[in-house]
């Protein structure tokens, strides 16, 4: 039972432009959700993380915007640059629920940054 | 600081064969975790640790064991491997279970023929 679904798969961007990774989660018990890069080879490492009480959360060219009702929130990487070519994973977890407090990942996304 | 270190980083087996992933942290971190990696899969949850002498089952962790005897280290056992579990496996730990950025070690790819 897949609980964070991400899309795309795959996203291709030119230099300048703008990424934008989707993610949507159904258990409304969910109140961390973090955004994941991993270059190849490396293990993933936190990029930016949102909890539910704020609708959006920049960071540089990072932003995250949160849709509560929705059940959904996105990763957008304004200026995309070459070296953000990495794959990015959402995740999320439940601050107060247990075994729920591990974090469940969605799919990743490959982004590719094309000079 | 070495942060999370993670041996072998590559390791070959043979089915049936059983063998044991390293981890090791250096931050004092309560929970450590173990995932796996497999391509279109995204990282999903083997076992975890909130604390020394405390493990559980995370979404897969059937033909795994996982023990906890300090804070530093969580090692992960596979018991009689399988080509199934090809992959590449991800320790990681954090200083809670919830809430708190995960960092993990660099990754060890495990391949079973």
């Known amino acids: 039972q897949q609980q964070v679904k991400q899309s795309p798969q795959s996203l291709i961007v030119q230099k300048g432009g703008i990424s934008i990774i989707n993610c949507a989660y159904e258990?409304?018990?969910?109140?961390?959700f973090p955004w994941y890069q991993q270059f190849p080879g490396k293990g993933p490492a936190l990029l930016i993380a949102?909890?539910?009480?704020?609708s959006e959360k920049k960071e540089g060219r990072f932003t995250i915007s949160f849709n509560k009702s929705a059940k959904q929130f996105s990763l957008h990487i304004m200026d995309s640059q070459p070296g953000d070519s990495a794959t990015y994973f959402c995740?999320?977890?439940?601050?107060?629920?247990?075994?729920?407090?591990?974090?469940?990942f969605g799919k990743g996304t490959k982004l590719s940054v094309k000079p | 600081n070495a942060g999370v270190t993670q041996t072998p980083k590559f390791q070959v087996l043979k089915t049936g064969q059983s063998m044991t992933l390293q981890c090791a942290q250096d931050?004092?971190?309560?929970?450590m975790s173990w995932y796996r990696q497999d391509p279109g899969m995204g990282l999903r949850l083997i076992h975890y640790?909130?604390?020394?002498?405390?493990?559980d089952q995370g979404e897969v962790p059937n033909g795994y064991n996982v023990s906890r005897s300090t804070t530093e280290d969580f090692p992960l056992r596979l018991l009689s491997a399988a080509p199934s579990q090809t992959s590449v496996y991800f320790c990681?730990?954090?200083?809670?279970?919830?809430?708190?950025?995960?960092?993990f070690g660099p990754g060890t790819r495990l391949t079973v023929t």
């Open positions: 931050m004092n971190h309560e929970y």
């Open positions: 949102i909890r539910p009480d704020v």
């Open positions: 258990n409304t018990a969910f109140d961390y």
């Open positions: 640790s909130v604390g020394a002498g405390i493990t």
């Open positions: 990681a730990s954090s200083y809670a279970l919830a809430g708190y950025e995960q960092y």
């Open positions: 995740a999320a977890s439940a601050l107060y629920g247990g075994s729920q407090g591990n974090l469940i």
